[in-house]
């Protein structure tokens, strides 16, 4: 099941559906490091079975390096305090998946000391993380010992 749900949020964020979204334009959040995410590239194995994130320079010279992301909150448990989550691009309820439509990018974040869960978005300061591993079983991109900048 845990493995399920990953693949499910994967899908979401890394847009493998490319269905147009429609949501509220506003509601979106674009900026530079969104941008630098996106970019990633996925390659699935002949069989399916497997799929790999194809990093450019552009995110690698950032890897393991302080990144910070504008986004919403799309919990992975239940419960108002979260540590650890998806940082979206659209808000829950605007995913096509999720909610009502879209299909937004995502990166794992995990925080230092839990916050609040809200509708608005925040912005999350941590290390960013690259795996070269099966995107199907491990998040290619995370932010690492986050903190929630005010």
Excluded at 79 to 106: A, E, R
């Amino acid at each position: 099941m845990k493995k399920l749900t990953f693949i499910f949020l994967l899908f979401i964020g890394f847009g493998i559906n490319k269905a147009k979204a429609q949501h509220d334009p506003s509601d979106q959040i674009l900026s530079a490091n969104w941008d630098v995410i996106g970019d990633v590239e996925f390659k699935m194995a002949k069989d399916d079975s497997e799929m790999y994130a194809i990093f450019n320079n552009d995110i690698k010279k950032r890897a393991g390096k302080p990144f910070e992301l504008e986004g919403y909150i799309v919990p992975i448990k239940d419960g108002m305090k979260q540590t650890k989550f998806m940082l979206s691009t659209l808000p829950i309820n605007q995913c096509f998946y999720c909610g009502k439509n879209g299909v937004p990018i995502m990166v794992e974040v995990q925080l230092k000391e839990p916050t609040k869960f809200t509708y608005q978005t925040i912005k999350v300061k941590g290390i960013l993380k690259l795996s070269t591993a099966n995107a199907l079983d491990a998040s290619p991109i995370s932010l690492l010992n986050g903190t929630v900048v005010k």
